[in-house]
């Protein structure tokens, strides 16, 4: 009988152990890994927009002038797009189903800008679909991670609304 008892809190010690996980290892879905994947896509997106965005500006100033330039960073342009690619892939791994949507909007938005764009107006409307594409990301990613407030937290609610006011009154 006693053999039996030691027995039995050796199978459920044993479950417990099974179960640890340290503070900090992340695990896939887990809200540590899900963050990172979020963060290296919203990285990677800026680092394309902004390179885009200085390759076109660079382009339409320049004009010939550029090219030699430009050439010589047409391998880091390559290597700024696979990281975008690789990134939405991590997104695609672990993100919930509205993350995911808005994590392709934003790629598209972002491979939508057209480097040899001549029109600078045409270019900015691009950019701005590019930024409103980010927050809308940053949003989603927000709510899946729970960093927003929920309507039971009554005091994170105020906090907030003082934070914003406090922030709008500047």
């Not at 152990?17 to 290892?25: A, F, L, M, W």
């Not at 695609?92 to 764009?117: H, K, M, Y």
Request: glycine residues 6%.
């Amino acid at each position: 009988m006693a053999a039996a008892g030691i027995k039995a809190t050796g199978n459920v010690t044993s479950a417990l152990i099974g179960r640890y996980r340290p503070t900090g290892t992340p695990r896939l879905g887990s809200r540590e890994d899900r963050a990172e994947a979020y963060r290296r896509l919203m990285d990677a997106s800026t680092r394309a927009f902004g390179y885009a965005y200085q390759f076109a500006h660079l382009r339409r100033e320049a004009k010939r002038a550029a090219d030699k330039v430009l050439l010589g960073q047409v391998h880091q342009l390559w290597e700024i797009s696979s990281d975008l690619i690789s990134a939405l892939h991590g997104v695609r791994l672990c993100g919930s189903v509205p993350v995911i949507a808005a994590a392709e909007t934003l790629v598209e938005a972002t491979s939508d800008l057209d480097l040899n764009e001549k029109n600078a107006a045409r270019f900015q409307r691009k950019a701005e679909a590019v930024v409103t594409a980010q927050e809308a990301f940053l949003d989603v990613c927000r709510e899946d991670l729970a960093y927003t407030v929920r309507w039971y937290q009554v005091l994170r609610r105020r906090k907030e609304r003082r934070f914003l006011r406090e922030k709008a009154g500047r």
